[in-house]
């Protein structure tokens, strides 16, 4: 049981748009603090693709974005490619004083 | 560039101890804006994270895993380690290692490629 919660599963054709949604609480995206999310390709280490709710490091697509209102945080894909095909996760910090993770979100293009 | 490379045994035998290094290439460990990490993904599911240590040894655990775990830091060879006691098959997993930033800059801006640990008699 993942303590950020995301849906297990999204799909879309090619040039659609997606979106992924991460479910937190009081002890964490509640609190305020900053949502980030990393993309997975199959075999690989993740790779981060929106920092601080709504920043893509260099190279990423601006096809990729991300938002926050109070204890959730969406990420959207716009423009499908197959290249997308992926899982998502989302991650944040928790009054643990550790960091959480979503338990992911894969991204099937039909 | 900054690189991260995990290496330990692909093997551990149950109620033994796992150690995993980490070596830190193309930049200092001992950064003012960063920490260290490991987090892991055990087969077919998602990341979990385990914990994060500052170049002066400050570290911080998953409360869960913080009875089992230590995270050390030698800043003379640009390494940290993870130490994972008494483990059960349950502790097979992917393991990175990662960096962060410090508060609020949270996130894992660079990645190892990851090492595969069975644990198993």
């Known amino acids: 049981q993942s303590v950020l919660t995301q849906p297990p599963s999204v799909s879309g054709a090619p040039g659609q748009r997606v979106t992924i949604s991460c479910t937190g609480s009081?002890?964490?995206?509640?609190?305020?603090?900053?949502v980030h999310w990393y993309q997975q390709l199959p075999g690989t280490a993740p790779k981060l693709l929106i920092y601080?709710?709504?920043n893509r490091p260099s190279g990423v697509p601006d096809r990729f974005s991300g938002s926050k209102s109070g204890p959730s945080a969406s990420l959207a894909i716009t423009g499908l490619q197959p290249e997308d095909e992926a899982d998502y996760y989302c991650?944040?910090?928790?009054?643990?004083?550790?960091?959480?993770f979503g338990g992911g979100t894969k991204l099937t293009v039909l | 560039q900054l690189q991260l490379q995990e290496s330990g045994p692909g093997l551990v035998k149950p109620s033994e101890t796992l150690s995993l290094t980490c070596t830190v290439s193309?930049?200092?460990?001992?950064?003012?804006?960063?920490?260290w990490g490991w987090i892991r993904q055990p087969p077919g599911k998602g990341l979990e994270w385990i914990g994060s240590?500052?170049?002066?040894?400050?570290?911080y655990y998953k409360p869960s895993l913080k009875s089992r775990v230590t995270i050390s830091v030698d800043t003379s060879k640009n390494q940290f380690s993870l130490d994972l006691s008494s483990v059960t098959a349950a502790d097979t997993a992917v393991y990175y290692c990662?960096?962060?930033?410090?508060?609020?800059?949270?996130?894992?801006?660079?990645w190892g490629k990851g090492t595969t640990v069975t644990v198993s008699s």
């Open positions: 990662a960096r962060r930033g410090t508060m609020p800059y949270y996130y894992m801006d660079v």
């Open positions: 193309g930049g200092s460990i001992s950064s003012s804006t960063h920490y």
């Open positions: 240590i500052y170049y002066t040894g400050l570290s």
């Open positions: 009081s002890s964490n995206i509640g609190a305020g603090y900053d």
């Open positions: 601080s709710n709504n």
């Open positions: 991650q944040s910090y928790d009054s643990s004083l550790s960091g959480v």
